[in-house]
């Protein structure tokens, strides 16, 4: 898969920051001496855990090198390393494991929570966020569409979705033998937008880069035409000429 496109997922900036920013709040701990932003991305999330842990040593982590060197520009002050989540370990002392929309995309990620609990100290925190939304119509188009067309045989398109989010009862099940503390609950955002081109535009920032990563160009914006037709009759203007997308998220906070 190509790498991702820092500009892109920006252009939401303000939406895409909500949910961290409602996961900070949520967090135990009212002092930190290491806190590691994993999958920081373009570092919006890294910059409220530095405005709320000022005296922390903060870092971030990702494995796309345009969404560090986005990271980097922003917050020169703090480190930011590229890595493989699925292998990566955290340090010694780390206080705080803080995971912003990341672990939908990390294959068999329950085990890898599981594990990185696991190698945090007594009173260490893992926060994380994912979207819960594969069951909604922009995601089931997605799959829809790239069921049909001329792109129908690509292997690639074929095994671009993103996998259901095992139920809160599982990650309940796994977690708690490993923690002091464990909070689960689910947030839905109706994030306002422009239009249903906007939706599209949201989305080829996250759950559509897979399908296009597996098209050549032409052929990637004859799928973006297609999925855009079928968004514009799932998801109807309002009576301002907005329109609405709900946006379901699973949150985890777990005390070590």
Same mark, same amino acid.
């Given at each position: 898969?190509?790498?991702?496109?820092?500009?892109?997922? #920006?252009?939401?900036?303000?939406?895409?920051?909500?949910?961290?920013?409602?996961?900070?709040?949520?967090?135990?701990?009212?002092?930190?001496?290491?806190?590691?932003?994993?999958?920081?991305?373009?570092?919006?999330?890294?910059?409220?855990? #530095?405005?709320?842990?000022?005296?922390?040593?903060?870092?971030?982590?990702?494995?796309?090198?345009?969404?560090?060197?986005?990271?980097?520009?922003?917050?020169?002050?703090?480190? !930011?390393?590229?890595?493989?989540?699925?292998?990566?370990?955290?340090?010694?002392?780390?206080? &705080? #494991?803080?995971?912003?929309?990341?672990?939908?995309?990390?294959?068999?990620?329950?085990?890898?929570?599981?594990?990185?609990?696991?190698?945090?100290?007594?009173?260490?925190?893992?926060?994380?966020?994912?979207?819960?939304?594969?069951?909604?119509?922009?995601?089931? &188009?997605?799959?829809?569409?790239?069921?049909?067309?001329?792109?129908?045989?690509?292997?690639?398109?074929?095994?671009?979705?993103?996998?259901?989010?095992?139920?809160?009862?599982?990650?309940?099940?796994?977690?708690?033998?490993?923690?002091?503390? #464990?909070?689960?609950?689910?947030?839905?955002?109706?994030?306002?937008?422009?239009?249903?081109?906007?939706?599209?535009?949201?989305?080829?920032?996250?759950?559509?880069?897979?399908?296009?990563?597996?098209?050549?160009?032409?052929?990637?914006?004859?799928?973006?035409?297609?999925?855009?037709?079928?968004?514009?009759?799932?998801?109807?203007?309002?009576?301002?000429?907005?329109?609405?997308?709900?946006?379901?998220?699973? !949150?985890?906070?777990?005390?070590?």
């Amino acid at each position: 898969m190509s790498d991702w496109s820092a500009a892109q997922y #920006l252009k939401f900036e303000d939406e895409r920051t909500r949910p961290p920013r409602d996961l900070i709040a949520q967090i135990p701990l009212a002092r930190a001496a290491r806190v590691i932003d994993v999958g920081c991305g373009p570092g919006n999330s890294t910059e409220l855990l #530095l405005a709320r842990y000022p005296d922390a040593e903060v870092t971030g982590l990702d494995s796309s090198p345009d969404m560090l060197t986005q990271a980097r520009a922003r917050l020169p002050q703090c480190a !930011f390393i590229e890595a493989d989540l699925s292998s990566w370990a955290p340090p010694q002392g780390t206080d &705080l #494991l803080f995971a912003n929309a990341v672990f939908q995309w990390v294959p068999d990620h329950p085990a890898v929570l599981r594990r990185l609990i696991q190698a945090l100290p007594a009173g260490g925190v893992l926060a994380v966020q994912m979207p819960d939304n594969t069951g909604e119509p922009a995601l089931a &188009l997605m799959r829809e569409v790239a069921s049909r067309g001329p792109w129908a045989k690509s292997a690639g398109v074929n095994h671009a979705a993103r996998d259901e989010l095992p139920p809160p009862t599982a990650y309940y099940d796994l977690l708690k033998p490993v923690a002091a503390q #464990l909070d689960i609950w689910h947030t839905v955002y109706n994030h306002v937008m422009a239009g249903p081109e906007a939706i599209v535009e949201w989305f080829k920032g996250s759950a559509l880069r897979p399908f296009l990563s597996a098209l050549d160009p032409a052929m990637g914006k004859e799928f973006l035409a297609t999925y855009l037709g079928e968004i514009k009759q799932h998801y109807r203007p309002r009576h301002d000429g907005k329109v609405l997308l709900p946006f379901p998220r699973l !949150f985890l906070v777990a005390v070590r």
